[in-house]
């Protein structure tokens, strides 16, 4: 083809959500427990972090960072600071019933625990929100071209099955706002280790058209993904909304040329 249409929409069911404090983010229903995808809207920063600048190391001032992120828990109704990781790019999982009280490394983590909000950040890589309803154990999965190539989400899905008694077929996936394939121009390094991991349908994350260069559909790869570890097609949720497309509601690293903020992606377990 020679036109991309760019993936500036999201997709149904999810939905954009603004809170009395300003905040607006977006929400996927179906999911079926406390959670959202931030936008930019409804923070303090200012200049290329404007204005719901979740990130501590992406150069913004602090203690504004802290007040979005307490604006952010609030919109949610989430208390407390919401329990992250120092993401690495690749396929670790951590399992948490409480707070940390160490840094956490990794690109996934998951609980159980009732009122432990969970979270990771994002600013263009795929962010994923996990939930079995029947144990009501949750997950947040930080998916970039290297975190899915060692299937992050997998290895998410599969610590809450061997240790929160989950259930593929009973497990939610919310894919959020991330690069789209209209935008994720690659090497053909990147399009190389997509091939040779071989999950079922992973073609489909490889884009080639009338462009020069491949491009990456994060999304149809996560979602492939997380098929074939067993979740229900009618239970995964892709919003299709390009981060590097919509400048008025999400952060993105490529098109701002990395001076930029973050998103959070953020999920909670409620008492059943």
Same mark, same amino acid.
């Given at each position: 083809?020679?036109?991309?249409?760019?993936?500036?929409?999201?997709?149904?069911?999810?939905?954009?959500?603004?809170?009395?404090?300003?905040?607006?983010?977006?929400?996927?229903p179906?999911?079926g *427990?406390?959670?959202?995808?931030?936008?930019?809207?409804?923070?303090?920063?200012e200049? @290329?972090?404007?204005?719901?600048?979740?990130?501590?190391s992406?150069?913004?001032?602090?203690?504004?960072?802290?007040?979005?992120?307490?604006?952010?828990?609030?919109?949610?109704?989430?208390?407390?600071?919401i329990q992250?990781?120092?993401? %690495?790019h690749?396929?670790?999982?951590q399992?948490?019933?409480?707070?940390a009280?160490? *840094?956490? &490394?990794?690109?996934? %983590?998951?609980?159980?625990?009732?009122?432990?909000? %969970?979270?990771i &950040?994002?600013? =263009?890589? *795929?962010?994923?929100?996990?939930?079995d309803?029947? *144990?009501g154990?949750?997950?947040?999965?930080?998916?970039?071209?290297?975190?899915?190539v060692?299937?992050?989400?997998?290895?998410a899905?599969?610590?809450m099955?061997d240790?929160?008694?989950?259930?593929?077929?009973?497990?939610?996936?919310? %894919?959020?706002?991330?690069?789209?394939p209209?935008?994720?121009?690659?090497?053909e390094?990147v399009a190389?280790?997509?091939?040779?991991?071989?999950?079922?349908?992973?073609?489909?994350?490889?884009?080639? =058209?009338?462009?020069?260069k @491949?491009?990456?559909?994060?999304f149809?790869?996560?979602? =492939?993904?997380?098929?074939a570890f067993?979740?229900r097609?009618?239970?995964?949720?892709?919003?299709?909304?390009?981060?590097?497309?919509?400048?008025?509601? &999400?952060?993105?690293?490529r098109?701002?040329q990395?001076?930029t903020?973050?998103?959070?992606a953020?999920?909670m377990?409620?008492?059943?």
């Amino acid at each position: 083809m020679d036109q991309v249409t760019p993936l500036v929409m999201m997709n149904e069911p999810f939905r954009l959500e603004t809170a009395p404090n300003g905040v607006t983010w977006l929400a996927c229903p179906p999911l079926g *427990t406390p959670h959202g995808f931030s936008t930019r809207r409804g923070g303090e920063s200012e200049g @290329p972090f404007a204005a719901l600048n979740l990130g501590v190391s992406a150069g913004d001032d602090e203690a504004t960072v802290r007040r979005n992120r307490a604006a952010w828990a609030t919109a949610l109704g989430m208390t407390g600071p919401i329990q992250g990781m120092h993401q %690495i790019h690749g396929g670790d999982v951590q399992a948490v019933a409480q707070r940390a009280q160490e *840094t956490l &490394y990794g690109d996934a %983590i998951v609980s159980a625990t009732p009122g432990l909000p %969970i979270g990771i &950040y994002t600013a =263009d890589c *795929t962010p994923i929100l996990l939930h079995d309803p029947g *144990t009501g154990a949750v997950g947040a999965v930080h998916a970039g071209w290297r975190g899915t190539v060692a299937r992050v989400v997998m290895n998410a899905a599969q610590r809450m099955v061997d240790e929160l008694g989950g259930d593929p077929a009973r497990l939610r996936a919310a %894919i959020g706002p991330a690069i789209g394939p209209c935008c994720f121009e690659v090497g053909e390094e990147v399009a190389a280790a997509i091939a040779a991991q071989g999950w079922p349908g992973w073609e489909r994350a490889i884009v080639r =058209d009338a462009r020069p260069k @491949p491009h990456v559909d994060l999304f149809a790869a996560n979602r =492939d993904q997380l098929l074939a570890f067993g979740l229900r097609a009618e239970n995964v949720f892709v919003s299709h909304a390009c981060t590097s497309c919509d400048a008025d509601h &999400y952060f993105s690293w490529r098109r701002d040329q990395g001076r930029t903020g973050r998103m959070q992606a953020a999920i909670m377990a409620v008492a059943r």
